[in-house]
């Protein structure tokens, strides 16, 4: 038989909502917290997606949230974002929307002063030159497929020779090797290949074929 | 036919045993795989609309993790800082605004939890079809290549709801007569006190399954007293399940694990109580 008079409780987010847990009986406060002293909690998420995940913002280091235990509201550590607790979990949200207005204002040039000064610690807590390899469009290029195996090698217009990754390379899957191509690449940070889209065949003109033989 | 077999072939048998009145609350399913964090966030977004009809109430779970460690035996706070841990979630409520299903879906696996309503105990079948229909799904949205570890947990609940004929007019639970384990404690006493909060891990099968079980006092809103028998499967593999099909055939498998310590750890008069069918 259990008695019914049992343990001193607690709320406790588990599987089962509603139900709560008896507290081991050596985790008892001596005193109540000081309530003027912030406490400090580093938010797990570094990786925020922007533009519906198309574009990723990678943080060099977690958010660091300081909660106010008077108005249980956090601060984050520059970025001046202050919220409520119990909001927190819109904080990926209100990172990448603090990162936009921050960056689209420097682009126009109308920062003021003060978010000039969060503008550049944003620039030192994110990894900028990332941001913007993955959010430039990408561009045209011509090249011709020189094999698909072992590795998809593809000779560039400008001369330059590179083997593709095999997620870009399946964008050429139905070309024959010894073709000419046209597509759109996103370069990554070293200037590689990331993907290839809209790709067309590209044919010499009859009147190129005229003009070379004549010429 | 080896003690492993016999084994699994028992686990399979006790595995049909059904019953019209379980005292289960929530089963919970979750395959863990291999996704990279860029992956992850990039399709969260995706994620959301894709799974929207079938849970259409998208509440985030928020933890605020305090780390403390035991240092000879004097609870101190860890150096590593507070963290908050924010886990997607995805549910869906019956007419009555009970939770009913929901899906979590943390960075590196998938969790589906069903719960029982009043007048419908559920069963793992439904868990089952519900797995098998979001994995593969959830496999390909986020390029999960490989499936390390599968688990099962099943939260039962004892007390005045779910077994009331052990339950006596001051609230007390009679829980020797309910469980084998946990519940008859030698020795001359009136009755158990606080501290009840009893856990033990049982060595399935080497590299491959373990059980927790973890028995303990709750109360609940209304401060009635309750004890929670709570069964947890893990499954794992040396080498990680490359496929969704074979991590479905690993929720099975820990399911038959389950049934069969679960038909071990109640006693018969409990068993009778929950109505076989």
């Known amino acids: 038989m259990i008695a019914a008079d049992l343990p001193r409780t607690i709320q406790r987010p588990d599987y089962v909502e509603g139900f709560n847990v008896g507290v081991p009986k050596e985790l008892r406060a001596r005193q109540e917290p000081r309530r003027d002293r912030k406490t400090s909690f580093r938010f797990d998420q570094r990786i925020i997606p922007l533009d519906g995940g198309t574009v990723l913002l990678r943080l060099r280091q977690s958010l660091n949230l300081a909660v106010d235990p008077q108005t249980m509201r956090f601060e984050v550590d520059g970025w001046n974002i202050q919220l409520p607790c119990g909001e927190v979990a819109d904080l990926p949200r209100q990172i990448a929307r603090r990162f936009i207005e921050l960056f689209s204002k420097a682009d126009a040039r ?17 990894d900028y030159t990332q941001f913007c390899v993955d959010r430039a469009a990408p561009h045209y290029v011509e090249g011709t497929l020189l094999r698909h195996t072992p590795v998809c090698r593809v000779e560039w217009h400008d001369g330059e020779f590179e083997n593709l990754n095999p997620q870009a390379a399946t964008a050429l899957r139905f070309l024959e090797a010894g073709q000419r191509f046209g597509a759109f690449v996103k370069l990554g940070k ?4 990331k993907s290839i889209e809209r790709v067309t065949m590209v044919f010499d003109s009859p009147e190129g074929l005229a003009d070379g033989a004549n010429g | 036919m080896s003690d492993a077999d016999a084994t699994l072939a028992k686990q399979s048998e006790t595995a049909q045993v059904r019953f019209r009145k379980p005292p289960i609350i929530e089963r919970v399913a979750t395959v863990s795989g291999n996704i990279s964090p860029e992956q992850f966030h990039s399709r969260m977004d995706s994620w959301k609309s894709i799974v929207a009809a079938d849970f259409p109430i998208y509440d985030p779970l928020t933890e605020w993790l305090l780390n403390v460690q035991e240092k000879d035996g004097v609870p101190l706070l860890d150096e590593a800082e507070p963290e908050v841990v924010v886990t997607h979630r995805f549910s869906r409520r019956n ?11 943390p960075a590196d696996r998938l969790t589906l939890n069903l719960h029982s309503e009043h007048n419908e105990p559920h069963n793992f079948e439904e868990l089952f079809a519900a797995m098998a229909k979001w994995l593969p799904r959830w496999s390909d949205h986020f390029g999960a290549t490989a499936y390390p570890t599968v688990q099962l947990d099943y939260v039962n609940l004892l007390g005045p709801q779910t077994t009331p004929t052990f339950v006596d007019r001051n609230g007390g639970i009679q829980i020797n007569r309910l469980i084998e384990v946990f519940g008859k404690i030698p020795g001359p006493h009136i009755s158990i006190i606080a501290p009840y909060d009893c856990r033990v891990g049982l060595l399935i099968e080497p590299n491959r399954c373990m059980v927790n079980i973890h028995v303990h006092a709750v109360r609940d809103r209304d401060a009635a007293l309750h004890v929670r028998v ?13 496929s969704a099909d074979a991590a479905m055939g690993e929720v099975r498998y820990t399911h038959d694990v389950l049934i069969g310590q679960f038909l071990a750890i109640f006693t018969e008069e409990a068993k009778t109580s929950f109505e076989p069918l």
């Open chain 1, 110 to 126: 109308i920062l003021t002063e003060a978010e000039e000064q969060d503008w550049l610690h944003v620039l030192d807590e994110v």
């Open chain 1, 190 to 193: 070293a200037n590689e290949v």
């Open chain 2, 95 to 105: 007419q009555n605004g009970d939770r009913t299903w929901s899906m979590r879906c």
């Open chain 2, 230 to 242: 709570d069964l947890q499967v893990i499954a794992t593999q040396r080498d990680p399940l490359t």
